[in-house]
Every structure is written in structure tokens, then in C-alpha cells.
């Protein structure tokens, strides 16, 4: 088979050819996150169908769904054998409280190759769903291109990511454990798989701010007139807005947890290791390395989604009511005071199934937990009983 054509399978190709199916343009906005859904294909998370133009209806015997279930098998079978090695060699021949809970905040991100597939499929029929409503919004409602010209930007970053992650995982061995590489190889699974799920977060949200942004321009060039259709557009845009959390809240919900529960045993373990001189600097610097990329990735989860509810719910209606509205009429000014009401008494909001509202308020909470709990291990830590030293840990 040529290149060209496998190529062209890789993107379209389903066992049934002759009954055509019915396409779900995207147009600009799919072809700017293109980049981000050829590498969840690629890493056996898209078992949809989809050409040039958008997705295809699922379909349960096509080439994505099958490349996808032997994928999964092939990482989950790499990713058992390698909590194998680290439970029976590390976990269980640990000599103390602190070398258990280090090796356990090792083995902890590796849970994501086993739960990032289950929760993408639970989420996958809302995350297309979402990717299609763009088209509806564009055509029907704001009339603009939403585009921000990210297509080169989101095409480095999927390019750069697999070697990225890769060095990452290569120095983290090395700073880190004395595990081979071929055991170390499913954390770059994780790594990558878990970055898409990120960048796939801020550039969609930060596509909702452009369009809000450009759908008050609109608003404030025809001078505050119209309202009534603009109101409905606004109503789009923060359905929109509510749909990012409803699309990925399962598997958001999951990252951020196993984010934050390595963020706390990273944090420990660096702890402990600061008071004890037989750490090496290598090994702060990998247990910092660690904790710090857990709690900016957090960061970057809940930040996004603050500033986008920020900018289309309260800050949006503040810009209107502080744009000049003293040419317009009575009932036109009845028009604005019910947009305000509709943004105030229907905000938009990202949430994680329903849980939580995710947004600052959740990283305050969840670092002020943070603390509490590493004041808990300290406590268990001192408690605990004193067994004499066997191994130590890798240098």
C-alpha cells in the first residue's frame, strides 16, 4: 500500500463502505486542534472516524475503534509489568515509612495509562459533540471566524511532545530510580497522553475567549442594538463555555486527582529527603521537579477555566454597561438590562461532573489541602516504628 493511501486510511478507513455515512463539519476550528486529535488517535484515545471536515458517526467495527482496544491492551500489558517490578522490587523490600511513600508517589502516575482510556471513552461521545457545536456557533450565531491561528503553534507542540516526554522520563530515571528504561518507557505514555488532555483544555477555552471577546466587539460596533439576537448568541457561547467540563470531566476529574496526590507525596518525600544527608542533590532536584510540574499543570487546568468564565460571564456584562449607551432608546435599554440579567442569572461555568466548579478557588483549596495532609504524614511518619536500614534509596 502507498504512503499516501495509508495515510488517507489512517484518518477515514471503516470496515463499512457501503453504506456512506453523514459527516459533522467543524471546519476552522477542527482543522486548528487537528494536530491534538491525530495524536490522541495515535495513542489509541479517538475511536471516531473523521476526514478533513469533522467526525464520523461511531461506528463499533472500524479501524479506530480496533487500532484503539490493541492499544490499550499493549500499554495496559506494559504498564502491569512495570508496576510489577516497582511493587515487588521497591514498594514491598522498602525499609522505611518515607521509602514506601516515595515509591509509591513513583508508581502513583502510572494509574493514568489504566484510567485516561476508561474515562476518554466515557467522555468521548460529549468531547465530539462538542468539537461539532463549534460549526453550528460559527455559522449560525456569531457569523466570524473563531479562529486564533493556533494550527502552527498546535502542530510544534504535538510534534515536540513524544521527544519532550521522552527526555523528561530519561532524566526523571535517571534523577530519580534505578529502574531500566524499558520499565520507565509506560510513564511516557502517561506523560504524553496526559499533555494532550491539557493543551487540548487551555487552547479550546482560549478559543472561547477570543470568540467572546469578538461577540462584544460586535455588540459595542453596532452600538448596543439588537440585543435580543445577541442575547441568544451569548446563550450559545456559554453553553459552549459549560460543555468544555461536561466533554473532558471524567477524565479532568482523574488527572487533577492524580496530579495533586503526587503533588503531596512528591512534596513529602522531598521533605524528608531535604532533612536526611544520604539524599543526593539529583534526588531533591528529580522530587522537586516532580511536585512542581504537578501543581503548574494543575495551575494551568484551573486557571483556564476561571479566566474563560470570568471573561464571558461578569467581566462581559461590566464592558457592556460600561460602553456608552446614551443614544439608545427605552426599550432598547430594556433589551440591555435583560442581557445583563440573562449573563447574571445564567453563568457560565466549567465544572467537573457536577463536584466542582473548577477555577482558582479549587487551586486555593486544593494546596491549603495539600498542606493538611502533609502535616497528617508527618504525624504518621513520627508514629511510625523504627526499622533498621537495609537499602537506601537510589542516589
Known sequence: ??????????????VSHNKPYKKVPVKKYFQEIKPLILLQRAFGK????????????????????IYTIIFIVFQSTWTVYSLCIIIQEKIHKAPSYDVTLYWVSIGLFLLL??????????????????????????????????????????????????PIASVFVYCQSYL??????????????????????????????????????????????????????????????SKLVSGVGESLGHTGLV????????????MYALLSSLFEPAKTCNHVWGLLI????????NLFLFNAAHRTTQEVGPDFSCKILASDLTHLSQVEMNE????????????????????VTVNRSLFVSLVSNAVTYLVVLIQFKASAPEKPVKEEVVQ
Request: charged residues 15%; proline residues 4%; hydrophobic residues 50%.
Open 336 to 355: 440591555i438590562s435583560l442581557m445583563v440579567q440573562t449573563i447574571s442569572a445564567n453563568p457560565p461555568t466549567v465544572e467537573y461532573l457536577g463536584f
Open 290 to 297: 516532580n511536585a512542581v510540574l504537578s501543581l503548574l499543570c
Open 255 to 266: 488527572i487533577s486527582i492524580v496530579l495533586f496526590t503526587t503533588f503531596v507525596l512528591a
Open 113 to 162: 495509562n489504566f484510567t485516561t482510556p476508561m474515562t476518554k471513552w466515557i467522555d468521548i461521545r460529549k468531547f465530539v459533540h462538542h468539537v461539532s457545536s463549534w460549526q453550528d456557533f460559527q455559522n449560525n450565531h456569531l457569523d466570524a471566524e473563531l479562529g486564533a491561528n493556533l494550527s502552527l503553534t498546535l502542530m510544534i507542540a504535538s510534534v515536540l511532545l513524544l
Open 1 to 14: 500500500m502507498k504512503q499516501g493511501s495509508m495515510s488517507k486510511a489512517w484518518i477515514t478507513t471503516s
Open 176 to 237: 530519580l530510580t534505578d529502574l531500566s528504561l524499558f520499565v520507565m518507557v509506560p510513564y511516557i505514555f502517561s506523560f504524553v497522553e496526559t499533555g494532550v488532555i491539557i493543551i487540548h483544555w487551555g487552547v479550546v477555552l482560549y478559543e472561547l475567549r477570543i470568540a467572546s471577546r469578538t461577540l462584544l466587539s460586535k455588540i459595542i460596533m453596532d452600538g448596543c442594538r439588537q440585543m435580543s439576537t445577541y442575547r441568544r448568541t451569548w446563550l450559545e457561547l
Open 46 to 65: 479517538l475511536p471516531y472516524s473523521f476526514n478533513e471536515e469533522g467526525f464520523a458517526p461511531f461506528k463499533l467495527l472500524s479501524f479506530p475503534v
